[in-house]
């Protein structure tokens, strides 16, 4: 063990820190040298979004500590940014979620801040709602997303309702690097400054989230539409239920087994409504039911995950970018059917988001951006839109939707809610979603997308994955499946190139360790890091035409093979 990270030890052995933290490291020493190590070989990183890592002890750890001097730098931030601060604080179900949003809420009001804490766990959108409600300068939500159990977090979100973005990001990790000791940190003393909000917050959101519904009536002549609905233990329970009945649908069944708010997810390995394994009693529940749509939404109530019967009256889930793609053609058909649509309206993805979304947009005359991976870039070019041009619908292939400007994060609420409407809408004309979906790919040409994920744990993890990076960078492939490479498009160095002549433009975009190769077939493949867990993701889009719906299941064999061949001649493994 090296010497800084023993004398990291030593420090969390002094008085200074509480008798169970010390006996806990005692502990460690003895039975688990390895684990001691990693839990103090670094400080938990304040990345650009905030913390995420594994609850225990020790600077590498999510902890009262780690937590405290995160708040500590921020609420300093804050303070040197406006002249009075005011700040929202949120939590989700995960087990230590309420003691770090109290300790949060805690510090910020000994900083001489006023502080909104919602009375008990709620959705991460309903925190970016309130911030904007109240004219916060800053929130803060804790959670740690869908990660595994083992995990816990800490959003810190900006006057907008977004997270932070530059300068303000980088600005923040400054001050929170300062806070060297825990007498830095106020840790009580104006407990005056805070006030717990509830139910009258919810339903401000609520009656926010009903004004999106584009068709009421459809919504009232198919209330009976049999929804099936799992909060995956999470913070969904809260607020799902209600807006669903605020929008007229009195059918809606809960997954009991996943109902409870439970830090544990005792019924599933990962709370990601993107796994099968997850939403696997959601859909035995919706095939005993003959439902009409299952969804599941995530522990903190952004993303969502929707099951539906496809054309063989098969039930399957849909992924992200099939789900976003139907939710921006619903809102952008609508608002054109209805004679809402506006001249300046526009609609906003990521980069690694399926481009069928922008041939749809096109054929419609909406203006479709294409921002960094994160919702707080979609909040940005909002902001930065505003009075200009109309902001309809955002989203992101990882089950991330965000329908009108009223908040400025993603929100499954309020996707639950429209998904359900455009459901009722295909039902009102006799046929089901997924027959809309297979229609959409006659129009525009069938797209699929797929993904995987390459861990790389411990210490050497992060190195591992930046040599990767470094390497397709250094040496592009030149064929991939058999197919030229043509195009490279480097967000680090804000390059795009064409690899044929050489030419190379600027990617008018911030700075993000991302690889795009382009192919002379069409098919897009993207690198990414994540930024919150050791992780690289790499993004397969492969697309081709569908003369008729009857050809739907030979064509997409075609593309699934497609896809396997790439990742079996780029060497990946999940």
């Known amino acids: 063990m090296d010497s800084r990270t023993q004398n990291r030890i030593d420090a969390w052995l002094s008085p200074a820190y509480d008798g169970e933290t010390r006996s806990e490291i005692k502990k460690l020493e003895q039975e688990n040298p390895a684990d001691l190590e990693d839990a103090f070989y670094k400080d938990l990183e304040f990345g650009t979004g905030g913390l995420r890592g594994i609850m225990g002890v020790g600077t590498n750890r999510m902890n009262r500590y780690t937590v405290g001097k995160a708040t500590q730098g921020y609420a300093n931030y804050l303070k040197q940014s406006f002249k009075e601060v005011k700040v929202a604080i949120a939590h989700d179900s995960r087990n230590n979620s309420r003691v770090f949003a109290e300790i949060v809420a805690n510090i910020f009001a000994a900083n001489d801040v ?40 800490y959003k810190a979100y900006w006057d907008d309702g977004a997270q932070l973005v530059p300068p303000h990001d980088k600005n923040v990790i400054i001050e929170v690097e300062k806070i060297k000791s825990l ?11 805070i006030t717990i909000i509830g139910k009258e917050i919810d339903e401000k959101y609520i009656e926010m989230v009903k004004s999106l519904s584009v068709y009421p009536d459809v919504c009232l002549a198919q209330h009976d539409l049999k929804i099936v609905y799992t909060p995956i233990h999470g913070t969904g329970i809260m607020v799902v239920p209600q807006v669903l009945k605020r929008y007229g649908f009195d059918n809606v069944h809960i997954v009991e087994e996943q109902a409870t708010p439970d830090g544990n997810f005792p019924t599933v390995k990962y709370p990601n409504p993107e796994e099968k394994e997850t939403m696997s009693i959601g859909l035995q529940k919706a095939k005993e039911l003959d439902a009409d749509i299952l969804l599941g939404t995530d522990p903190d109530g952004d993303r969502v995950g929707i099951g539906v019967k496809n054309h063989n009256n098969e039930w399957i889930l849909m ?59 979609i909040a940005e070019l909002i902001k930065e839109k505003e009075g200009k041009e109309n902001y ?62 390459i861990t790389k744990k411990g210490m050497n993890g992060a190195k591992e994955i930046a040599n990767m990076m470094q390497a397709y960078r250094a040496n592009p492939p030149q064929k991939i499946n058999d197919s030229e490479v043509i195009q490279l498009l480097d967000y680090q160095n804000q390059t795009n190139t064409n690899l044929q002549s050489g030419e190379s433009s600027k990617i008018e975009l911030p700075k993000s360790n991302v690889l795009q190769f382009i192919l002379a077939d069409g098919t897009k493949i993207s690198a990414r890091p994540s930024g919150t867990e050791p992780k690289i993701k790499f993004y397969f889009s492969v697309n081709t035409k569908l003369d008729n719906a009857a050809n739907f299941d030979a064509k997409e064999k075609v593309l699934d093979d497609k896809i396997a061949a790439i990742i079996n001649d780029m060497g990946l493994k999940a």
């Open 183 to 193: 007498d830095d940190v106020k840790w009580k003393g104006g407990e005056q400054n």
């Open 319 to 377: 992924n992200g970018n099939q789900t976003a793609l139907l939710a921006f053609n619903y809102i952008i058909e609508a608002r054109k059917t209805k004679g809402i649509a506006l001249p300046n309206d526009m609609v906003i993805k990521t980069i690694v988001t399926t481009d069928m979304i922008d041939k749809i947009a096109k054929e419609n005359n909406v203006t479709c951006y294409n921002v960094l991976t994160g919702f707080k870039w």
């Open 392 to 453: 309809v619908i955002g989203g992101e292939e990882s089950f991330g939707l965000m329908i009108g400007d009223k908040i400025r994060d993603k929100d499954a609420e309020s996707a639950v809610a429209i998904i359900c409407e455009m459901t009722a809408y295909e039902k009102n004309k006799g046929r089901k979603l997924f027959d809309k979906l297979i229609e959409l790919y006659v129009q525009y040409g069938l797209y699929k997308e797929d993904l995987i994920s």
């Open 114 to 153: 006023k502080v909104y804490l919602f009375e008990s766990l709620r959705p991460t959108p309903e925190l970016s709602f309130a911030i904007r409600y109240f004219g916060c300068q800053g929130g803060v939500v804790c959670t740690a997303s869908h990660n595994p159990k083992e995990y816990n977090g």
